[in-house]
């Protein structure tokens, strides 16, 4: 029987695999159980605020993060009709220590276990084990895992302590909340990625529309993608509807699903029905999130990132915070002592805040510019906007969740 001691991580995504990298870096032996047979960088576009590039920094890989990316220098908000509502300076654009980064989710994954291979091992994640239970004692925990590739079982790994890093399925959480269930918001959304050539400059992070009326986020992940000049574009398509497959993030969809609605997006800057068109795949996903829990440590067992706080995907922050959380995790368990006391400690500084940015996300993302302006001016072009609703006052809309959400200008702190 395979006997690795020490820290368990399931799960190897963003989280996981962060976590096995922060923990090496303060000398604590972790290893990484993935479900997936083999990593593959998969996925269309992610955004790191500056919170998240700060804990990027930490582990040592700003730059090779930021060199295979895109870094934001504005976000605009637009209606459905093309015009700029609002637009902000981001990153250090705005005064931030650090930059605002639009990349491909393989891309930020592959510099993850790359760099987790190189620091930890060729052995550090071990793939092809889902895990299935576990018991634990006094002593330490047992898991058990099966493969994915054939269902058979595997070895039982014993470990001191679990951290679940398994995402919005967790199955380590379903062992604590077996009837819990994802909450779906009434929004679905379709994502994919284009090539196309730069828009508005190449560098700036796109709202447009609403989700009632059709919104769609548009923002460039890979600098000149076929030594053309052209760029790689995300977007994700956002429109409340009943419509609600199962969340899998690798759900292919149909763009007869919504394309129609966007047909009429047409600017003189950017036509967002060929976009659509033009992507070389479409995915679709339900936007859903889970009520905050009352706990997250069972004994030898603690929940962190979407594991611990599924968000509605609406303001960018999900990834940020679970970088906090694993370093938060690592700092604690790297000051030495009970194990189950860190995971006490990590649990009362992380959940509060992190349960605060899943109801801020459900009542008053980012996007609620573009709602509060539909709401006001009505669906329809708009060539008086100051008579509605002043541009402070949509900037207060966008600060106020940068202040809840933990990346207001003054408390990112510099790079380590
Ligand atoms: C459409 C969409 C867009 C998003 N956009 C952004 C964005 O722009 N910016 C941002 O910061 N965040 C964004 N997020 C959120 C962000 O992707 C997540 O918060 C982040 O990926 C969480 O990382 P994680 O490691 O906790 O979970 P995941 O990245 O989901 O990783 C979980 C890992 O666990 C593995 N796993 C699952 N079950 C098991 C099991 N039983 N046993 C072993 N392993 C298992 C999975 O295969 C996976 O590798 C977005 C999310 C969605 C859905």
Known sequence: MEVPRGIAIVGGGIAGLALALGLHRRGIPARVYEAAPAIAEIGVGITLLPHG?????????????????????????????????????????????QPEVGIHRGRL???????????????????????????QTDAGATLHFKATSDGSMRAPVTADVVIACDGVNSAVRRLFYPHETVAFTGIN???????????????????????????????????DIDGSGDQLINWIAEIETDRNQRNDWNQVGD????????????????????????????????MVDKDPVDRWTFGRVTFAGDAAHPMYPRGSNGSAQSLIDVRVLADLLAAGGDPRAAFAAYEAERR?????????????????????????????????????ISQDELRELSDRYKRIAGFSVDSVAPPP
């Open 53 to 97: 590039m700060r804990e990027i920094a930490a582990l040592g890989l700003a730059d090779t993060v930021l060199a295979a990316g895109i870094e934001n220098r504005e976000s605009a908000f637009f209606n459905r009709f093309g015009q700029k509502l609002f637009a902000e300076p981001r990153g250090k654009f705005a005064g931030y220590p």
């Open 109 to 135: 994954h592959g510099i993850l276990l790359a760099a987790v291979r190189a620091q930890i091992g060729a052995d550090a994640v071990t793939c092809d084990h889902a895990f299935v239970g576990l018991d």
């Open 189 to 223: 959304t379709w994502r994919g990625v284009t090539r196309h050539k730069p828009i508005l400059g190449g560098s700036t992070y796109m709202r447009i529309g609403s989700i009632k009326t059709g919104k769609i986020v548009v923002y460039p992940i890979v600098n």
């Open 255 to 286: 763009r007869g699903d919504f394309l129609p609605i966007y047909e009429g997006f047409k600017f003189d800057w950017l036509d967002v029905g060929a976009l659509i068109r033009d992507a070389e795949t479409v995915l679709e996903y339900p």
């Open 352 to 388: 509060p805040a992190t349960a605060e940015i899943v109801r801020t996300n459900r009542v008053s993302p980012p996007d609620i510019i573009n709602l509060k302006v539909e709401e006001l001016v009505g669906d329809r072009p708009v060539d008086n906007l100051d008579a509605y």
